[in-house]
């Protein structure tokens, strides 16, 4: 998908900044997540009764389906590995989330002989891509485009002789 967004604005304008600042503390009223300390992170037991409400960056990101990050995977050697590349993609996300719980996978397309998976943020995507890199080689290219904020990594390996 080649998908084309207007001018989001300045890193701190744009409601996506996962850096950006929230009253102290702050209850996403989706997911759950609390903001304290300078950022979101998982909750304790229950969040504080006074807390304010708030949508966290990465639910406006899944709300909007607006990722921060897109890895794109192809190649022959994909279709034979597809399902142990995945695992690692999902296992990957998970210890992501540990330590910040705002990186997210939003989506996995499985299409023909591609994948695509969209990331909350650049990082994971960053992430995503480098794991799948190194644990199954082939090539891996990666795109900032200036004016999005966000990343894109094509990952490709194919057979030998097909
Ligand atoms: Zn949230």
Redesign the pocket.
């Known amino acids: 998908m080649r998908e084309r967004r207007g001018q989001v604005g300045h890193e701190t304008d744009n409601p996506y900044y996962e850096g950006r600042k929230y009253p102290e503390p702050t209850v996403?009223e989706?997911?759950g997540?609390l903001y304290r300390d300078g950022r979101w992170q998982h909750p304790g037991s229950s969040p504080p009764k006074d807390a304010h409400r708030a949508?966290?960056p990465?639910?406006r990101r899944e709300l909007d389906r607006y990722p921060g990050g897109i890895l794109h995977l192809s190649g022959s050697y994909l279709s034979e590995k597809k399902e142990e590349i995945i695992n690692l993609v999902r296992n990957q996300e998970e210890e992501a989330n540990k330590q910040r719980p705002l990186q997210r996978i939003l989506w996995i397309k499985e299409g023909k002989g591609e994948v695509e998976i969209a990331t909350t943020t650049p990082h994971l995507a960053m992430r995503l891509g480098r794991a799948v890199h190194s644990a199954h080689k082939g090539d891996l290219e990666i795109q900032t485009l200036r004016d999005e904020y966000m990343v894109r990594l094509f990952w490709r390996r194919d057979l030998k002789g097909g």
């Open positions: 996403c989706r997911c997540l949508l966290c990465a639910c």
